[in-house]
């Protein structure tokens, strides 16, 4: 006789996450959900994806799973190995360099335009108040998911689709190189200051002042990142 099964939390989220699908589900919806579970965190470095599990949480074709997965393997989160599946993405001390490189590019160039209180600026206090609500509770991975959601609406302010799904690309990404950090607290839970600096600034029109701390905000956190990606034994 067997036991009762057990569902894993990113199982049992993902089953949540049926109802998004609707009746009609496509490989860019499902996509989006594990993309989603990547930047929440759910998904680790390596890991590999269990094709019948999601199959199974989601009530979707095999078919449309594989295209999603050729998905996100076309946008670096997912890597697939020859008889052994797909795994989570691991990335290396220089994917991270990259990626702050075009983040100073990107974020900076917006926020240093800016000259008056923008619109879309709720959406950047939004994402500092969850912050400060996932600091209140100890919640340090919600804290870097609410960070995240800061650089997303920092880049909103531009207005610009492109630039946001840019950002949503380069988000999920970072995600995986958080995973390095052994401590969340230690890691997230200064850069929430920084992120009420520049709110402050910006509510006040003072763009390229937001954009010079923002800019060294991004070398501390680059730095802190390298610094740990070489202290990891790597595969």
């Known amino acids: 006789m067997t036991g009762p099964v057990t569902v894993s939390p990113e199982l049992s989220a993902l089953e949540a996450d049926r109802a998004l699908l609707?009746?009609?589900s496509t490989a860019e919806k499902v996509a989006e959900i594990l993309r989603t579970r990547i930047i929440e965190?759910?998904?680790?470095?390596?890991?590999r994806l269990a094709?019948?599990?999601i199959v199974k949480a989601l009530s979707i074709s095999r078919n449309t799973l594989r295209e999603a997965f050729r998905l996100l393997t076309h946008a670096r989160l997912l890597t697939h190995?020859?008889?052994r599946g797909v795994f989570v993405r691991e990335l290396t001390t220089d994917d991270v360099r990259d990626l702050y490189r075009v983040r100073r590019m990107l974020e900076c160039a917006v926020v240093s335009a800016i000259s008056a209180p923008p619109a879309g600026l709720d959406q950047v206090a939004a994402a500092v108040a969850e912050g400060e609500k996932a600091e209140r509770a100890g919640r340090w991975r919600e804290l870097g998911t609410a960070n995240m959601h800061f650089h997303q609406a920092l880049t909103g302010l531009a207005g610009s689709p492109r630039l946001d799904e840019m950002m949503q690309q380069i988000i999920a990404e970072l995600r995986l190189a958080f995973h390095v950090m052994n401590d969340p607290e230690r890691f997230h839970g200064p850069y929430l200051s920084r992120n009420q600096e520049i709110l402050a600034d910006l509510r006040a029109g003072r763009g390229?002042?937001?954009?010079e701390k923002l800019a060294d905000?991004?070398?501390v956190a680059e730095n802190q990142l390298v610094t740990a990606f070489s202290r990891t034994p790597r595969a």
């Open 208 to 211: 390229p002042a937001a954009a």
């Open 81 to 83: 190995e020859m008889n």
């Open 217 to 219: 905000y991004l070398t």
């Open 51 to 53: 094709e019948d599990k």
């Open 41 to 47: 965190g759910a998904f680790r470095p390596g890991e």
């Open 22 to 24: 609707g009746r009609t």
